[in-house]
């Protein structure tokens, strides 16, 4: 082989090198997503099999028993949890809507009683977002909550699904 070829054979490999790692970064990349649910699940995994590994050796339950004792205990957790803290927040944003026109009225009246303050009103209400955008809006928080929410379970039964057999996993 002449010494010109050996480097056109280098760079070539070189060249591939390249174009693999460019092609494994990419492929990352556009995986990221799913690669965070992953690491969600494993967590979630992590957080069962430390809950349930004491149940198991304290108590006659096998394994797949303590793991599920343990889920229910979370869940029960964290239901408790959301309903103390939900009526609260739930208090607080009835509140809020309740005060939220009264507070608008008295800005309006307050800012109406001087010429900027009125010119600052009009221009709010002519830059207001039309029914139709604020509509769009809505749904695209809907949706971004309800995917939100699917991505979530999605992650807790990958957990779930890889704490009841981590010994197949590992």
């Known amino acids: 082989m002449t010494p010109a070829a050996r480097g056109d054979a280098r760079f070539a490999r070189r060249v591939v090198i390249a174009v693999a790692i460019g092609g494994m970064a990419l492929l990352l990349w556009r995986l990221v997503d799913v690669l965070l649910m992953v690491f969600g699940a494993v967590l979630v995994c992590v957080l ?3 809950l349930a590994e004491p149940i198991a050796r304290r ?10 004792a343990a889920t229910l205990a979370l869940l029960a957790a964290l239901g408790i ?12 944003v009835a ?9 608008w009225r008295s800005l309006e009246e307050r800012l109406g009683t001087t010429n ?20 769009s809006g809505v749904a ?4 971004s909550f309800v995917g939100g ?8 039964f990958g957990g779930l699904f890889l704490a009841a057999q981590p010994g197949l996993y590992r």
């Open 48 to 50: 069962l099999r430390a």
């Open 59 to 68: 108590t006659p339950l096998s394994n797949s028993w303590a793991l599920a």
């Open 81 to 92: 949890v959301v309903w103390f803290f939900g009526a609260e927040v739930r208090a607080q």
């Open 95 to 103: 509140e809020l809507l309740e005060r939220l026109p009264q507070a």
């Open 116 to 135: 900027l303050g009125q010119r600052l009103v009009n221009r709010a209400e002519d830059v207001a977002p039309a029914a139709g955008s604020v509509l």
């Open 140 to 143: 695209g928080v809907v949706t």
């Open 149 to 156: 929410l699917a991505d979530l379970l999605l992650i807790v």
